[in-house]
């Protein structure tokens, strides 16, 4: 889990993040349905590398990411879709749980530039 707080807490500010160098962000990848066995028909998502996203541009926000890489791309947006903010930023990630030979949950502290 990464916990993401903004330089200069800003209110009416949208965030969309993506898990990777060269990513794209979007909004957190929706549920997949699981299709019955024998069809071929595949779910389309847009895989963002984020499944959660909750919070605020005042208080921040918590995310979860699928992988956890080094690199995590934002884009704040306005209340009316403008661009505020975009960029990646590079992650520290901390394991807090688990071993180092089998690893474990991970956090992180993001600071995003508002």
């Known amino acids: 889990m990464a916990k993401i707080a903004l330089a200069e807490p800003k209110a009416g ?45 005042i208080s921040g926000w918590r995310a979860d990411f699928v992988g ?14 403008g661009v505020v903010a975009e960029g990646a930023i590079d992650v520290d990630w901390v394991r807090v749980g688990g071993t180092e030979r089998c690893g474990g949950p991970r956090e992180a502290d993001i600071e995003l530039p508002s």
């Open 13 to 57: 500010v949208a965030l969309e993040l993506c898990d990777g160098v060269g990513c794209v962000p979007g909004p957190p990848m929706a549920p997949v349905k699981l299709q019955p066995a024998g069809t071929t028909v595949e779910p389309i998502i847009e895989e963002t590398g984020v499944f959660t996203l909750v919070g605020d541009g």
């Open 68 to 81: 956890g890489q080094s690199m995590v791309g934002y884009r704040l947006t306005d209340t009316v879709g």
